[in-house]
């Protein structure tokens, strides 16, 4: 069975840092790729940062480049989102993901997901 689950999430405030972990069971880890996605109430899940399993290329949304940092580690079947500098505009659920597509351009695309996990919610007070 599948499995992906997320924890980490907290309230915090503004400009803090958290890191979430996303630890996946029930595939082969190293051939997919995983993505960061987070989803406020009223607004569409959107792509916050993804990572090959296989490279360790990263992808990030324009709004988290400098402030977020996502890394593997493969051994562990584990994927990280150290989120720093933390805005109230961060605050939602945020989901991983895995996609066994190749193609990089797709990793934050919620449609080209294939496994989801159950979100950990993420509150940044200002």
């Known amino acids: 069975e599948v499995q992906l689950v997320e924890s980490g999430g907290g309230l915090v405030q503004t400009g803090r840092s958290l890191r979430l972990s996303c630890a996946a069971s029930g595939f082969t880890f190293d051939e997919y790729a995983i993505g960061w996605f987070r989803q406020t109430p009223g607004k569409e899940r959107e792509g916050v940062s993804s990572?090959?399993?296989?490279?360790?290329?990263?992808y990030y949304a324009d709004s988290v480049k400098g402030r977020f940092t996502i890394s593997s580690d493969n051994a562990k079947n584990t994927v990280y989102l150290q989120m720093n500098s933390l805005k109230p505009e961060d605050t939602g659920v945020y989901y991983c993901?895995?996609?066994?597509?190749?193609?990089?351009?797709?990793?934050?695309?919620?449609?080209?997901?294939?496994?989801w996990g159950k979100g950990t919610l993420v509150t940044v007070s200002s």
């Open positions: 993901a895995a996609t066994y597509s190749t193609i990089p351009q797709t990793w934050l695309n919620v449609h080209a997901m294939n496994y």
């Open positions: 990572i090959s399993s296989t490279d360790g290329s990263t």
